[in-house]
């Protein structure tokens, strides 16, 4: 079990740009990939990116890859999530999340343990 906590979440204008951070703690070591979720209001939660701990692999939501960017500090046990050119429809509650085993991590319900989320929301 891992535990995760978010932070950098905030209220900004359309255009800003925002970094989030995920401490990741606990079975860190047995960790395959940790992610980004948004879920918006009256929405499902929508996968935003990962990374893999082990080789650094990065996967993006398609239409998101250029404005997100996705890192991680093994050092630090730390993922980062990079938002430039921020929109209004990207307000949203974005949660870190961890898979504990290899396989998809673009799907939301493959992610094992959840931090309590921050909230994003972008001023028109």
């Known amino acids: 079990q891992v535990q995760l906590v978010e932070s950098g979440g905030g209220l900004v204008q359309a255009g800003s740009s925002v970094r989030l951070s995920c401490a990741v703690s606990?079975?860190?070591?047995?960790?395959?990939?940790t992610g980004w979720i948004r879920q918006a209001p009256g929405k499902e939660r929508e996968f935003v990116a990962a990374?893999?701990?082990?080789?650094?692999?990065?996967y993006y939501k398609n239409n998101m890859k250029g404005r997100f960017t996705i890192s991680r500090d093994s050092a630090k046990n730390t993922v980062y999530l990079q938002m430039n050119s921020l929109k209004p429809e990207d307000t949203a509650v974005y949660y870190c999340?961890?898979?504990?085993?290899?396989?998809?991590?673009?799907?939301?319900?493959?992610?094992?343990?959840w931090g309590q989320g921050t909230q994003v929301t972008i001023s028109s």
């Open positions: 990374v893999t701990w082990s080789s650094g692999r990065t």
């Open positions: 606990g079975r860190t070591s047995s960790t395959y990939a």
């Open positions: 999340a961890a898979r504990q085993s290899f396989g998809v991590v673009d799907d939301p319900k493959y992610y094992d343990s």
